[in-house]
C-alpha cells in the first residue's frame, strides 16, 4: 500500500538535478514511518484478527484450533459482556456531561477580565497533564471513608465511596471529570476567544438579555470546537482503563477495557478476547470516523 | 469589553473572579495534597480531622530509596548514635534500613523503576519526533497521493485503545523475547506517538513560509541542506513541544507497562500502585514517590503553556 501511493512523479523541482531527487527524499522521509506504522500497528491486528477465530489460549501450549465465529457468537450472546458495554457506556454519559459542565463553564468564567488569568489557566489544566494511574491510585486516600479529607470537607461521615457498589462509578467518574474537564476548558476557552466582538457589542445595543446572547450568539459559535472536545473525551472514557482499575475492583465498575484486560490477561482466553478486542475495535474506529470527520471541517473553516 | 462597566458588570466580574479563584483551588487540592503528604511524618498522614499544618520533614524520601524492614524492638542506643541523621528518621519512625552483609544500604524498588521510566520515555521520544519530523516534511512539501487517507491512517493507529493492541503484541513480544526489555516498551511508546508527532509537526512545519526553503534552494542548495539547515531551525519550538508531548505521553503510560513489564523493565506508573498491597499502607512513602514523579510533568506544562492547545487537539487547533 506504501509503495503504490508513492509513484507520482514531482518532475519540475528544481533541485531534481542536484542532491537527492524530491521523490526520493519524499519516500525516504515517509515510507519508514508508514512502515514503522503497519508493522507494529497493523500487523499485530491481523495476526490477532486470526486468533480471533481460535481457541487459543497463551498459558498452554495446545495448539490453536480453528472455531469460526464461535468466539464472536458466543461474545455477542453473552449478557455480561453487555452488561459491561452498558456500565461503560454510563461511564461515558456521566464523566462526558460532567467535564462539558466544569470545563465550559469554567471557561465562561476565565473568558474576562480576570487578573492572573494566564498562570490560573495554567494552574487549571494540570490535573489533564498527570498520569491517570498514578495520580488516580492517591484518590484512594482522598475518597477513604475514615480519613479521606474529601468526606472530611463536605461532612460526609464515613461514607463509603469505592467500597460501595452503588458508588464506585461515580467516584471513578469525578476523578476523570477532575483530570479532564481542563481539557474542555482549554478547547472552549479558544472557541469563545474567537467569537468577534463586535457581535456582543451589537446585542447589547438590542438590548439583548444575557440568555438571548448566550444561546444565539455564544453557543452557536463555540459550538464546533465545544464539539471537539465531546469527541474527542467520549472516545477517551469509552477507552478508560487506567482510573477504573487501579481505584476499585467492584464488579459494578468493570469497564470493558477492564474485562478485555481479564479476559487476555488473567484468565487466558486468548482467543476470545482478540474476537473481543475487534468488537471494541471496530466501535472505537466509528467514533474516530467521526471525530476525524469533524476535525477536517472545523479545519477548512 | 466595553470601556465603560455598569456597576452590575463590575459586581459580575467579582463574582466571576471569586468563582475561578474557589475552582482553581479545588482543581489543586489533590496535588497540594499529594505534595503535603509527602513531606509528612508517617503518623500524621491518615488523622482525624486531617492534618493541615506540620513540620515539614523528609523522611517519606528516605523510605522511598532504601528497603526497609520493621522494627521488633528499639535500636540499641549506640547503634542510633551511630547512624546517620537520615537513618535515624527511619528508626524513628519503628522501622530500619536493611542492609548487606558489607554494610551497604539496600535500595527499593523505586529508584530502579524510575530510571526505566526516563529511558523508555527519552529515547521513545527522540525516536517519535526524528521520525515525525522527517514524515511531516514530506507531508507537508510533497504531492503526496491519498495524503487525508494516509493522514486519517496514522491518526487511526493512536486512537486504539491500549489494551487491544497489548493482547497481539503481548503474543509477539512472546515469541521475539521482547517481553520485560525496555526496547519492547520504547517501540511500542513510539508506535503510539509517533501519529501525534507526524501531526503535530505537520502544524509547525506547514506555518513555515515555502519561500524559505525555494531561495536556498535557488541559492544551491539541495533539499537536503535547505531542510537541516532552514526547516529545522525554524522548526526548532515546534520540535521542542512535540517532544515535550511525547515525552510526557511516554512517561505517564500505564496499560501497556503492566501488561508487557514485571520486572526487569517495569516503569513507575505499574509500580507505584502495586505498593499498595495488601495491610495498611504507609501513605507517604507513596505520596513522595508520586510526588517525584509528577514534578517533572509538572515543570514541562509550565514551559508549555502556550503549545497546550495545539498539543491536546493534535494540532487541529491553533492560536
Redo the contacts between chains.
Sequence with gaps: MATAVMTSLDTKSRSASRGMSDIRIRNLFIIPTILFLIVFNIFPLIYSLGYSFTDFRASSNAPANFVGLQNYRALLNDPFIWLNFAITAKYVIISVTGQVIVGFGTAMLLNRDIPLKGLLTTLLLLPMMLSMAVVGLFWKLLYDPSFGIINYTFGLGSFEWLSNPDMALYAVAITDIWMWSPFVMLLSLAGLSAVPKHLYEAAAIDRAGPFYTFFRITLPLVAPILMIAIIFRTMEAFKTFDLAYILTSQPTTEVISIRLYKMAFQEWQTGRSCALAYIVLIMVLAITNIYVKYLNKVKER | ??AVQTRSERAL?RI??A???V??LI?????Y??TA?AFKPRNLA?????TVLFEPEISPFVKLFTKRSQLREAPAPEEYAAAPWWERMVFDGGEKIVRSGRGEVQPSGYPNRFMNSLIVAITSTVLAVG??T??A???S??????E?D?L??????R??????????????Y?VVGLNDTHWGLI??Y??FN??FS?WLMKGFIDEIPKEYE?AA??D????????FKIVIPEAATGIAATAVFCF?TA??E??FAL?MTNRRAQT???F??SQ?GSGLPD?TV??AG?FL??LP??I???LL?NH??RG???G??R?
Excluded at chain 2, 46 to 50: D, F
Design positions: 469589553m466595553a466580574n466571576a473572579i468563582a475561578v479563584l475552582i482553581t482543581f489543586l487540592a489533590p496535588i495534597w499529594i503528604t491518615t488523622t482525624i480531622p486531617p521520525m515525525g522527517f514524515t516534511y514530506g507531508f512539501r510533497f504531492r503526496v497521493k491519498g487525508a494516509l486519517f491512517f496514522i491518526l487511526s493507529t486512537m486504539l485503545p491500549p489494551v487491544v493492541v497489548a493482547i497481539p503484541m503481548f503474543l509477539m512472546r517501540i511500542l513510539t508506535a509517533l501519529s507526524v525555494e534552494l535557488v544551491g542548495y539541495t533539499r537536503m541542506q535547505a531542510f510526557i512517561w505517564n500505564y496499560a501488561i513507575a506508573p505499574p507505584i500502585p499498595v501513605w507513596i505520596a508520586t514523579f509528577l510533568v509538572a514541562f506544562t509550565f503553556r497546550l492547545l491536546m487537539s493534535f487541529a487547533i492560536k
